[in-house]
Protein backbone atom coordinates (compact mmCIF):
# COMPACT_ATOMS: atom_id res chain seq x y z
CA UNK A 1 0.00 0.00 0.00
CA UNK A 2 1.18 3.59 -1.17
CA UNK A 3 2.24 5.47 2.59
CA UNK A 4 -0.50 8.58 1.09
CA UNK A 5 -3.07 5.97 1.06
CA UNK A 6 -1.93 4.31 4.40
CA UNK A 7 -1.72 7.94 6.04
CA UNK A 8 -5.43 8.57 4.75
CA UNK A 9 -6.32 4.95 6.59
CA UNK A 10 -4.82 5.75 9.89
CA UNK A 11 -6.69 9.19 9.77
CA UNK A 12 -9.81 7.70 8.59
CA UNK A 13 -9.73 5.45 12.11
CA UNK A 14 -8.69 8.37 14.15
CA UNK A 15 -11.23 10.15 12.58
CA UNK A 16 -13.96 7.01 13.83
CA UNK A 17 -15.58 7.20 10.16
CA UNK A 18 -17.42 3.87 8.82
CA UNK A 19 -15.64 1.09 7.12
CA UNK A 20 -18.87 0.16 5.14
CA UNK A 21 -22.37 0.20 4.40
CA UNK A 22 -22.37 4.15 3.79
CA UNK A 23 -22.38 6.28 1.13
CA UNK A 24 -19.73 8.83 0.87
CA UNK A 25 -19.70 12.06 -1.16
CA UNK A 26 -16.11 12.52 -2.42
CA UNK A 27 -15.86 16.49 -3.48
CA UNK A 28 -13.70 16.77 -6.77
CA UNK A 29 -12.11 19.90 -8.26
CA UNK A 30 -9.55 18.29 -10.73
CA UNK A 31 -7.28 19.59 -8.95
CA UNK A 32 -4.13 17.73 -7.57
CA UNK A 33 -5.57 17.40 -3.82
CA UNK A 34 -9.08 16.35 -4.66
CA UNK A 35 -7.65 13.65 -7.69
CA UNK A 36 -5.24 12.32 -4.99
CA UNK A 37 -7.80 11.75 -2.44
CA UNK A 38 -9.79 10.14 -4.91
CA UNK A 39 -7.03 7.82 -5.82
CA UNK A 40 -6.73 6.98 -2.53
CA UNK A 41 -10.40 6.20 -1.75
CA UNK A 42 -10.37 3.96 -4.91
CA UNK A 43 -6.75 2.09 -4.13
CA UNK A 44 -9.06 1.59 0.10
CA UNK A 45 -11.49 -0.36 -1.61
CA UNK A 46 -9.75 -2.15 -4.24
CA UNK A 47 -7.69 -3.57 -1.32
CA UNK A 48 -10.89 -4.18 0.97
CA UNK A 49 -10.21 -1.57 3.29
CA UNK A 50 -13.03 0.19 2.90
CA UNK A 51 -16.48 -0.89 1.73
CA UNK A 52 -17.86 2.18 1.15
CA UNK A 53 -20.38 3.76 -1.69
CA UNK A 54 -18.18 6.67 -3.40
CA UNK A 55 -19.55 9.22 -5.23
CA UNK A 56 -17.62 12.06 -6.64
CA UNK A 57 -19.38 15.39 -7.20
CA UNK A 58 -18.13 18.48 -8.84
CA UNK A 59 -19.71 21.91 -9.12
CA UNK A 60 -18.22 24.14 -12.47
CA UNK A 61 -18.41 27.44 -11.42
CA UNK A 62 -17.66 28.28 -15.03
CA UNK A 63 -15.39 31.17 -14.06
CA UNK A 64 -13.26 30.17 -16.80
CA UNK A 65 -14.98 29.72 -19.44
CA UNK A 66 -14.03 26.47 -21.71
CA UNK A 67 -11.22 25.82 -19.06
CA UNK A 68 -14.37 25.45 -16.63
CA UNK A 69 -15.74 22.79 -18.97
CA UNK A 70 -12.52 20.73 -19.17
CA UNK A 71 -11.83 20.61 -15.70
CA UNK A 72 -15.35 18.91 -15.66
CA UNK A 73 -14.63 16.57 -18.23
CA UNK A 74 -11.62 15.47 -16.66
CA UNK A 75 -14.01 14.57 -13.38
CA UNK A 76 -16.12 12.58 -15.54
CA UNK A 77 -13.20 10.46 -17.35
CA UNK A 78 -12.06 10.00 -13.88
CA UNK A 79 -14.90 9.09 -12.46
CA UNK A 80 -15.31 6.26 -14.91
CA UNK A 81 -11.74 5.37 -14.82
CA UNK A 82 -12.76 4.55 -10.84
CA UNK A 83 -15.93 3.46 -11.19
CA UNK A 84 -17.34 6.05 -9.45
CA UNK A 85 -20.73 7.43 -9.96
CA UNK A 86 -20.45 10.74 -10.86
CA UNK A 87 -22.62 13.68 -10.15
CA UNK A 88 -21.80 17.16 -11.96
CA UNK A 89 -23.36 20.77 -11.88
CA UNK A 90 -22.90 23.68 -13.90
CA UNK A 91 -22.91 26.97 -12.13
CA UNK A 92 -26.88 28.10 -12.68
CA UNK A 93 -26.19 32.04 -12.26
CA UNK A 94 -23.05 33.70 -13.52
CA UNK A 95 -21.46 33.42 -9.80
CA UNK A 96 -18.90 36.72 -11.33
CA UNK A 97 -21.87 38.62 -11.61
CA UNK A 98 -23.20 38.43 -8.19
CA UNK A 99 -22.58 40.88 -5.85
CA UNK A 100 -19.98 40.05 -2.84
CA UNK A 101 -16.96 38.45 -2.90
CA UNK A 102 -15.86 36.25 -5.58
CA UNK A 103 -14.38 34.13 -3.58
CA UNK A 104 -17.18 33.92 -1.24
CA UNK A 105 -20.02 33.70 -3.16
CA UNK A 106 -18.14 30.41 -5.51
CA UNK A 107 -17.51 28.71 -2.51
CA UNK A 108 -21.13 29.09 -0.86
CA UNK A 109 -22.66 27.93 -4.79
CA UNK A 110 -20.34 24.81 -4.34
CA UNK A 111 -21.21 23.53 -0.95
CA UNK A 112 -24.88 24.40 -0.99
CA UNK A 113 -24.09 21.79 -4.09
CA UNK A 114 -22.56 19.23 -2.50
CA UNK A 115 -25.20 19.01 0.62
CA UNK A 116 -27.64 18.91 -2.10
CA UNK A 117 -26.32 15.59 -3.40
CA UNK A 118 -25.23 14.43 -0.07
CA UNK A 119 -29.46 14.79 0.75
CA UNK A 120 -29.69 12.94 -2.65
CA UNK A 121 -28.01 9.98 -2.14
CA UNK A 122 -28.43 10.15 1.86
CA UNK A 123 -24.75 10.13 2.46
CA UNK A 124 -23.29 9.98 5.85
CA UNK A 125 -20.91 12.72 5.05
CA UNK A 126 -19.02 15.02 2.62
CA UNK A 127 -15.25 14.36 1.96
CA UNK A 128 -13.17 17.71 0.71
CA UNK A 129 -9.28 17.48 -0.03
CA UNK A 130 -8.16 20.39 2.17
CA UNK A 131 -4.50 19.92 2.77
CA UNK A 132 -2.00 21.59 5.21
CA UNK A 133 -1.48 23.96 2.67
CA UNK A 134 -5.09 25.40 3.12
CA UNK A 135 -4.97 25.13 6.95
CA UNK A 136 -1.63 27.11 6.66
CA UNK A 137 -2.99 30.16 4.66
CA UNK A 138 -6.39 30.48 6.23
CA UNK A 139 -4.55 30.94 9.82
CA UNK A 140 -2.63 33.35 7.85
CA UNK A 141 -5.56 35.07 6.30
CA UNK A 142 -7.51 35.41 9.57
CA UNK A 143 -4.66 36.45 11.52
CA UNK A 144 -4.41 39.31 9.04
CA UNK A 145 -8.28 40.17 8.97
CA UNK A 146 -7.75 39.98 13.27
CA UNK A 147 -10.66 37.45 13.41
CA UNK A 148 -9.63 36.42 16.89
CA UNK A 149 -9.02 32.78 18.53
CA UNK A 150 -12.23 31.03 16.52
CA UNK A 151 -10.14 32.35 12.68
CA UNK A 152 -6.74 31.37 14.23
CA UNK A 153 -7.83 27.32 14.90
CA UNK A 154 -8.56 27.61 10.97
CA UNK A 155 -10.56 24.65 8.98
CA UNK A 156 -12.02 22.08 10.97
CA UNK A 157 -11.21 18.54 10.00
CA UNK A 158 -14.93 17.07 10.81
CA UNK A 159 -17.46 19.38 11.49
CA UNK A 160 -21.49 19.41 11.42
CA UNK A 161 -23.21 21.10 8.62
CA UNK A 162 -26.68 21.69 8.51
CA UNK A 163 -29.16 21.31 5.54
CA UNK A 164 -32.15 21.38 3.97
CA UNK A 165 -34.04 18.73 3.59
CA UNK A 166 -35.50 15.13 4.77
CA UNK A 167 -32.95 14.03 7.22
CA UNK A 168 -33.69 13.53 10.59
CA UNK A 169 -31.40 16.03 12.22
CA UNK A 170 -30.91 18.35 9.57
CA UNK A 171 -27.55 17.66 9.19
CA UNK A 172 -24.35 16.04 7.76
CA UNK A 173 -20.86 15.65 8.38
CA UNK A 174 -18.11 17.80 6.29
CA UNK A 175 -14.80 15.73 6.64
CA UNK A 176 -11.24 16.82 5.58
CA UNK A 177 -9.19 13.70 6.08
CA UNK A 178 -5.80 14.98 4.16
CA UNK A 179 -5.69 18.06 6.15
CA UNK A 180 -3.82 17.25 9.35
CA UNK A 181 -0.89 15.51 7.82
CA UNK A 182 -0.96 15.91 3.34
CA UNK A 183 1.00 18.65 1.98
CA UNK A 184 0.17 19.78 -1.58
CA UNK A 185 3.44 18.29 -2.94
CA UNK A 186 2.38 14.83 -1.18
CA UNK A 187 -0.78 15.32 -3.40
CA UNK A 188 1.32 16.36 -6.58
CA UNK A 189 3.54 13.32 -6.18
CA UNK A 190 0.91 10.87 -5.65
CA UNK A 191 -0.86 11.84 -8.99
CA UNK A 192 2.23 11.77 -10.66
CA UNK A 193 3.34 8.49 -9.66
CA UNK A 194 -0.24 7.52 -10.59
CA UNK A 195 0.54 8.87 -13.98
CA UNK A 196 -2.24 11.35 -13.58
CA UNK A 197 -2.27 14.72 -14.71
CA UNK A 198 -4.24 16.62 -12.55
CA UNK A 199 -5.93 19.97 -13.75
CA UNK A 200 -4.44 23.21 -12.74
CA UNK A 201 -6.36 26.31 -12.03
CA UNK A 202 -5.31 29.57 -13.55
CA UNK A 203 -7.06 31.55 -10.67
CA UNK A 204 -4.90 30.04 -8.16
CA UNK A 205 -1.96 32.56 -9.86
CA UNK A 206 -4.17 35.54 -9.78
CA UNK A 207 -2.50 37.90 -7.16
CA UNK A 208 -5.79 40.06 -6.94
CA UNK A 209 -6.97 37.19 -4.63
CA UNK A 210 -5.87 37.57 -1.15
CA UNK A 211 -5.33 33.88 -0.79
CA UNK A 212 -3.19 33.37 -3.94
CA UNK A 213 -0.87 36.34 -2.60
CA UNK A 214 -0.56 34.70 1.16
CA UNK A 215 0.09 31.44 -1.06
CA UNK A 216 2.58 32.91 -3.21
CA UNK A 217 4.04 35.79 -1.20
CA UNK A 218 3.98 35.37 2.50
CA UNK A 219 4.24 32.07 2.78
CA UNK A 220 7.58 31.83 0.77
CA UNK A 221 9.06 34.74 2.77
CA UNK A 222 8.56 33.12 6.10
CA UNK A 223 9.66 29.93 4.62
CA UNK A 224 13.37 31.99 4.92
CA UNK A 225 12.72 32.31 8.69
CA UNK A 226 11.26 28.74 9.10
CA UNK A 227 11.61 26.15 6.42
CA UNK A 228 8.55 24.06 7.86
CA UNK A 229 6.23 26.98 8.23
CA UNK A 230 3.06 25.25 6.82
CA UNK A 231 3.43 22.56 9.26
CA UNK A 232 4.20 24.78 11.67
CA UNK A 233 1.29 27.15 10.70
CA UNK A 234 -1.11 23.71 10.87
CA UNK A 235 0.05 22.39 13.78
CA UNK A 236 -0.80 25.54 15.51
CA UNK A 237 -4.17 26.11 14.32
CA UNK A 238 -4.65 22.29 15.41
CA UNK A 239 -3.58 23.08 19.39
CA UNK A 240 -5.42 26.44 19.48
CA UNK A 241 -9.01 24.68 18.15
CA UNK A 242 -8.24 22.17 21.51
CA UNK A 243 -8.69 25.47 23.34
CA UNK A 244 -11.82 26.98 21.08
CA UNK A 245 -13.87 23.46 21.84
CA UNK A 246 -12.68 23.47 25.67
CA UNK A 247 -14.23 27.21 25.50
CA UNK A 248 -17.06 26.06 23.40
CA UNK A 249 -17.92 23.71 25.78
CA UNK A 250 -18.50 25.44 28.60
CA UNK A 251 -19.89 28.49 27.05
CA UNK A 252 -23.97 28.79 26.99
CA UNK A 253 -25.53 29.07 23.17
CA UNK A 254 -28.60 32.23 23.22
CA UNK A 255 -31.01 32.28 19.96
CA UNK A 256 -33.39 34.89 21.49
CA UNK A 257 -32.48 38.59 22.78
CA UNK A 258 -28.90 39.34 24.46
CA UNK A 259 -29.32 40.91 28.39
CA UNK A 260 -27.02 44.13 27.85
CA UNK A 261 -27.02 43.89 31.91
CA UNK A 262 -25.47 39.97 32.03
CA UNK A 263 -23.33 40.54 29.24
CA UNK A 264 -21.57 43.58 31.43
CA UNK A 265 -21.17 41.21 34.27
CA UNK A 266 -18.59 38.79 32.49
CA UNK A 267 -15.27 39.01 31.09
CA UNK A 268 -13.99 40.36 28.00
CA UNK A 269 -13.17 36.71 26.14
CA UNK A 270 -16.21 34.99 27.84
CA UNK A 271 -18.54 37.78 26.10
CA UNK A 272 -17.12 37.65 23.28
CA UNK A 273 -17.39 33.79 22.63
CA UNK A 274 -20.93 34.33 23.86
CA UNK A 275 -21.64 37.00 21.16
CA UNK A 276 -19.97 34.51 18.38
CA UNK A 277 -22.57 31.80 19.58
CA UNK A 278 -25.42 33.95 19.75
CA UNK A 279 -24.31 35.32 15.32
CA UNK A 280 -23.89 31.91 14.61
CA UNK A 281 -27.30 31.17 15.85
CA UNK A 282 -29.12 33.62 13.99
CA UNK A 283 -26.57 33.75 10.93
CA UNK A 284 -25.52 29.65 10.86
CA UNK A 285 -22.29 30.70 10.33
CA UNK A 286 -19.37 32.93 10.97
CA UNK A 287 -18.11 33.85 7.58
CA UNK A 288 -17.45 37.68 6.79
CA UNK A 289 -17.32 38.55 10.53
CA UNK A 290 -14.21 39.52 11.90
CA UNK A 291 -12.88 40.85 15.11
CA UNK A 292 -13.84 44.74 14.71
CA UNK A 293 -17.46 43.31 14.28
CA UNK A 294 -17.64 41.79 17.62
CA UNK A 295 -15.63 44.41 19.30
CA UNK A 296 -18.02 47.21 17.45
CA UNK A 297 -21.05 45.30 19.50
CA UNK A 298 -18.90 45.36 22.56
CA UNK A 299 -18.68 49.25 22.60
CA UNK A 300 -22.43 48.54 21.70
CA UNK A 301 -23.41 47.02 24.88
CA UNK A 302 -21.34 49.55 27.28
CA UNK A 303 -23.06 52.53 25.57
CA UNK A 304 -25.20 54.34 27.32
CA UNK A 305 -27.27 55.79 24.68
CA UNK A 306 -30.30 53.55 23.57
CA UNK A 307 -31.63 52.67 20.05
CA UNK A 308 -28.10 52.46 18.62
CA UNK A 309 -27.32 49.42 15.95
CA UNK A 310 -23.93 47.88 14.51
CA UNK A 311 -24.28 47.10 10.56
CA UNK A 312 -23.15 43.45 9.71
CA UNK A 313 -22.05 41.82 6.06
CA UNK A 314 -25.29 40.87 4.02
CA UNK A 315 -27.56 43.53 5.50
CA UNK A 316 -27.52 42.16 8.81
CA UNK A 317 -28.01 44.13 12.53
CA UNK A 318 -27.50 43.62 15.67
CA UNK A 319 -30.05 46.68 17.63
CA UNK A 320 -29.62 47.73 21.09
CA UNK A 321 -33.54 47.90 22.61
CA UNK A 322 -34.66 48.17 25.67
CA UNK A 323 -31.61 47.02 27.79
CA UNK A 324 -31.47 44.18 25.11
CA UNK A 325 -29.20 43.00 22.04
CA UNK A 326 -31.14 42.10 18.84
CA UNK A 327 -30.45 40.42 15.89
CA UNK A 328 -32.24 41.80 12.12
CA UNK A 329 -31.55 40.43 8.78
CA UNK A 330 -33.23 42.42 6.45
CA UNK A 331 -35.12 40.88 3.99
CA UNK A 332 -34.39 40.64 0.64
CA UNK A 333 -37.83 40.24 -1.45
CA UNK A 334 -37.61 38.09 -4.82
CA UNK A 335 -38.49 39.27 -8.16
CA UNK A 336 -40.50 37.53 -10.58
CA UNK A 337 -37.59 36.26 -12.63
CA UNK A 338 -36.17 34.22 -9.44
CA UNK A 339 -39.48 32.07 -8.94
Known sequence: MHKFTRNLLTKWRKLELPF???????????GADSVSLALALKELKERKKLNLNFIIAHFNHDLRGVESDKDAEFVKDLAEKLKFVCEIQNSKSKIKDQKGNLEENARNARYEFL?????????????????????????????????????????????????????????????RPLINWAKREDTENFCREHQINFRQDAMNDDLKFSRVRVRKEIIPLLKNFNPKIVETLANTADLLREDVEELQRNTPIFTGKLSQ??????????????????????????????????????????????????????????????????FEKTRVEKSSSDN
Not at 21 to 29: E, F, G, L, M, Y
Not at 153 to 175: D, M, S, T
Not at 286 to 295: G, I, P, S, T
Open 20 to 30: SDKTIIVAVSG
Open 115 to 175: LEIAEKYQAFAVLTAHTQNDQAETFLLNLIRGSGLDGLAGICPARRQKVKGKRQNGEILLI
Open 261 to 326: NELKQISKSRRLRVLRNWLESHRGNLRQLDLKHLEAIERLIFSPKSGREIELPNGEKVIKKDGNLV
